[in-house]
């Protein structure tokens, strides 16, 4: 049970922000929200994590909301090598990572 | 972000024979470290967690005997697929996390194929 939900696919323009919508309607209070992604082939790569507040790295911003029920991870100038599988994860920190289905993102030139 | 490794990159194996994945910690000492499995076209399926020092914890339905898992150290974790069958052949990933820290890293991945 990955306990998360996330839209199967979405497309989007190269140059462009990319918006990549999670639920997590159930989390608990000391579980993380946190966000890889996979491109074909290779193991995944850490994005991003967050409790409650948002955060921005290098490489994206993560938008959680007050309820902390849902959250968006925003990757600010897509590119051609953005494309992959992204997951959005809850968990406790130093617990399990269990991965749901992930969106499949396909940026566009 | 922290760097683990994964050996080998693929393999190609007889069925009967056993197999090990080795999964290093590059630059972080792991305590714990996470084995998963991957069907083509499939999200990542959790297989069993090891804490250095101790036992492995296996998923439901993973079997112990078949995947040994041992953590014998900080930075090293190896997982040996024994007796493998062509249903084996699958991509094998682990993840490495540091005590104290969030996230986990993972490694590049090992494409196991059993003929």
């Known amino acids: 049970d990955a306990k998360t939900t996330q839209p199967p696919s979405m497309d989007c323009a190269e140059g462009r922000a990319a918006n990549l919508p999670c639920n997590h309607s159930t989390i608990s209070g000391n579980e993380y929200v946190y966000w890889y992604r996979q491109i074909h082939s290779q193991g995944p790569q850490y994005i991003i994590h967050g409790l409650k507040n948002n955060e921005t790295n290098e490489m994206a911003s993560l938008i959680i909301t007050e309820d902390r029920k849902s959250s968006t991870l925003i990757l600010p100038h897509a590119t051609l090598r953005d494309t992959a599988v992204y997951y959005c994860i809850r968990g406790a920190a130093g617990n399990k990572l269990t991965f749901g289905g992930g969106t499949r993102v396909l940026v566009k030139p | 972000g922290a760097v683990v490794s994964q050996h080998p990159s693929w393999v190609i194996c007889k069925s009967g024979t056993s197999v090990k994945i080795e999964c290093r910690s590059l630059?972080?000492?792991?305590?714990?470290m996470f084995w998963y499995r991957q069907f083509p076209k499939q999200s990542l399926m959790l297989m069993a967690t090891s804490n250095e020092g101790s036992k492995a914890t296996y998923e439901q339905g993973v079997e112990k005997d078949k995947f040994l898992i041992n953590h014998a150290s900080l930075t090293l974790s190896t997982l040996t697929v024994t007796s493998a069958h062509p249903e084996d052949s699958s991509f094998y990933i682990c993840s490495a996390r540091e005590y104290m820290n969030t996230e986990a890293f993972f490694g590049q991945g090992t494409r196991l194929t059993v003929v």
């Open positions: 630059d972080f000492q792991a305590t714990t």
